[in-house]
């Protein structure tokens, strides 16, 4: 029984002294399995058992100065993902840039914390494409697009809209509806331009 509806059970004679028992619950919470036979608890029953809710990406939550854009000798290329309330799941964190692909750092306090700290280690300019997902879904804002900086001028003119991107005729990718562009990410090298 879990907490207001019971869940599902099927029970099959295996014909050789044992039977196995299938639980389908019907909610996420405290469940309570109470197996007898002949009238009487088998020993540890009743057996309490927590069933976590299915796997929501879209409860995580990433922030922190590893998914902004930011200058290369002082970045700071650390996030948290946040996964409380978005059921059992796995994160995953895949990250290209200039170079191609690069290693992730991900740790957390303790196997009971659900905010996981993630870091990498970006060494050139260019721009960063960070798939996060949590049990094979993206969370809300991913992929995050990351335009590394030479300098803080640079930075300051992306930010007020000032740079081009200046990118090879049939180009794979798309203009997006508020005029920015989505490159398709491959293991080319994209160049930032000031056209001033």
Known sequence: MGPHKAAFCELRDNRDGTFSLSVKPQEAGKHVLTVRYGGEHIQGSPFFLKVAGAPDA???RVIGPGVEHGILATYQSTFIAETRGAG???LT?????PKGAFRVEMQRESQKDRTIMCRYDPTEVGDYLIHVKWSGEHVPGSPFH???FDTQE???RFMAG???VTLPRNHPGRFMSNGSYS???NDDVYYVRDER
């Open 88 to 90: 059992a799941g796995q």
């Open 154 to 156: 640079e930075l300051e």
């Open 146 to 148: 990351v335009r590394i």
């Open 93 to 97: 964190v895949r990250i290209r840039g």
């Open 58 to 60: 879209s409860k995580v």
């Open 162 to 164: 000032d740079m081009v």
């Open 183 to 185: 490159p398709t990410w």
